[in-house]
């Protein structure tokens, strides 16, 4: 009798299940979206689960699936996701229509969130808006410059360790890795990490290096926190890894206490952190246009009225952890995608490095932030690197008051999870011609491309804070490793190249070795 109990108890849970699952999975159709058939659980997210594909070639696979509507619906597990890919609602929603779109929505941040989850990518709403207008001010092109002879004398170790290095195959990937480590731990925290000369991985760097991988329990976390926001609060589960998050909450902690108790100064996010707790805001200097994209969200009348955000050592380490685990990651493997694409194209190498030389020439052979700008043809190829290879393979927003796409009868409610495919628009022939071509010129000064067809960095008020600081970074490495070195692919790297499925980043599942051979006076003079 018991056991026929339990069998109907089961029963009827199955099927309370599945009805509840039917009624989610007609969402889309209720609403006239084409859609994705989910399957029964899992939505439309089985091949990320089972790592078939990552997540970046996920929603590429699903755009090549809807490729005549202006959007479409898939659903994460049972929660529903709208997929905007027509350019001109895109714009509406990252830029004209922005105050319906303000959320990242990746969960609500309250007294017990771990400071490291207290950063500008999690925050929401009014927080968000008064945070952003307190660290814009971070990156201008004033306080860019004054990091560059920072990041040079990196570059310079760099170059040292590679002479130094008796390896025939480089992996480019580890190297850039590790210098990116140095620059971001300099800029940031104000660290001398050593990650460029250190023969056994540090603590410091096998932590940052944790802090991106996605491991199941990582992806589980990611999932409860999207798709269950109220179960993720009610266990208090953390959006990152907590031994990454606890190692450098530590770490970030102390030194903001020092710097604050010591006289000593220097130029980096860590003193701008003690001015701004200090002060209560840092001088937006100068007027620089390339600066305009930091100015988006109304500047100082908002920051005004956001005054009574308390600027905690919270607040401070989470930006601070935000700023590492973004700045190691994204711009070492810009880096090495923009020294892989050189060493499959050897034309469009010669033709980067003679610009390269000509800059530094023109400015009686320095390499410095003016230097960098002057770099026409290179800055293209990165442009192209950005495009071909970028790093997040989606925007994601949250609806944040009821919204009707113009020109459309679609109508969202407040709430609503949207995502831009930013590689499926990177990869659209509609946008690139040929896009599976490697082609700078495409980035030519006298092409144009309709808004919101480049989203490497996002766009809109919450395009990425860093994008400048991260494209300075890059192109300073590169192009110094350009003077020195002309690059090809090692035989010892398989090709074609696999991407680990495992990552939400579209990285290379296995190292990529580099020969790299000292570029001799015909090389320079070509
Ligand atoms: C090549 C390197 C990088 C790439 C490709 C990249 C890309 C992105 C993208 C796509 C977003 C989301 C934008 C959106 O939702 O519209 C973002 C946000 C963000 N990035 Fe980056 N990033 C890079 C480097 C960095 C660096 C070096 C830092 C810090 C030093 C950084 C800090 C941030 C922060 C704080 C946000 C959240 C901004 C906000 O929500 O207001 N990123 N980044």
């Not at 092109?141 to 040292?160: E, F």
């Not at 390896?167 to 460029?196: H, P, T, W, Y």
């Not at 860590?270 to 701004?276: C, E, H």
């Not at 950005?386 to 927003?397: E, V």
Request: aromatic content about 14%.
């Amino acid at each position: 009798m018991l056991l026929i109990l339990i069998a109907v108890a089961f029963a009827t849970l199955f099927f309370w299940l599945w009805m509840r699952m039917k009624k989610a999975f007609n969402f889309w159709e209720e609403r006239g979206v084409p859609f994705k058939k989910p399957v029964f659980f899992f939505g439309n997210s089985w091949p990320i689960l089972s790592r078939k594909v990552s997540m970046a070639q996920h929603h590429l696979n699903l755009y090549k699936e809807f490729p005549d509507v202006p959007y479409y619906g898939i659903y994460d597990f049972t929660k529903p996701f709208l997929v905007v890919k027509d350019i001109e609602l895109v714009e509406r929603e990252l830029i004209k229509d922005f105050h319906h779109f303000v959320d990242h929505g990746f969960g609500n941040i309250d007294e017990n969130t771990p400071a490291t989850d207290i950063n500008l990518f999690n925050m929401n709403g009014k927080l968000w808006r008064a945070m952003r207008n307190k660290f814009s001010p971070m990156f201008t092109t004033g306080k860019l410059r004054q990091m560059v002879p920072l990041m040079n004398t990196l570059s310079n170790s760099l170059v040292g360790a590679i002479e130094k290095s008796k390896e025939k195959d480089i992996d480019l990937r580890d190297m850039f890795q590790r210098f990116s480590m140095d620059v971001i731990a300099s800029c940031a925290f104000g660290l001398n990490v050593n990650a460029i000369e250190e023969e056994k991985e540090s603590e410091f760097r096998k932590m940052g290096k944790m802090a991106f991988q996605t491991t199941y329990k990582q992806l589980m976390r990611f999932f409860i926190i999207t798709l269950f926001p109220k179960v993720a609060k009610f266990f208090r589960i953390p959006m990152n890894n907590p031994i990454v998050t606890e190692y450098f909450s530590k770490i970030l902690k102390d030194t903001l206490t020092y710097r604050k108790n010591s006289s000593q100064t220097r130029n980096d996010f860590v003193q701008l952190f003690v001015t701004l707790q200090q002060k209560g805001s840092i001088e937006f200097e100068g007027d620089d246009t390339e600066d305009s994209y930091l100015k988006t969200e109304g500047g100082e009348k908002v920051e005004k009225k956001m005054e009574s955000y308390a600027l905690t050592d919270d607040i401070m380490v989470g930006q601070a952890f935000i700023f590492l685990v973004a700045g190691f990651e994204g711009t070492s493997l810009a880096m090495m995608w923009f020294c892989y694409e050189l060493a499959l194209h050897p034309e469009i190498q010669a033709r980067a490095r003679a610009d390269v030389v000509r800059a530094v020439k023109n400015r009686g052979g320095v390499l410095d932030y003016d230097t960098l700008k002057e770099m026409t043809y290179f800055d293209q190829c990165l442009q192209e690197v950005n495009r071909f290879h970028s790093f997040i393979g989606s925007l994601f927003r949250i609806c944040t008051k009821d919204y009707t796409f113009p020109g459309t009868s679609l109508s969202i409610k407040a709430g609503q999870s949207v995502l831009i495919p930013a590689n499926g628009i990177h990869d659209d022939p509609a946008y690139y011609e040929e896009p599976d071509k490697f082609n700078p010129d495409r980035f030519a000064p006298d092409v144009t491309r309709p808004n919101c067809t480049y989203l490497p960095f996002g766009d809109g008020p919450r395009v990425c804070i860093a994008m400048r600081f991260a494209l300075t970074e890059v192109r300073l490495c590169v192009a110094r490793m350009l003077l020195d070195y002309t690059f090809a692919l090692s035989p010892k790297t398989k090709l074609p190249l696999e991407i680990d499925t495992t990552s939400f980043t579209n990285l290379p599942k296995n190292p990529v070795y580099f020969t790299l051979t000292k570029a001799t006076e015909v090389d320079i003079a070509a």
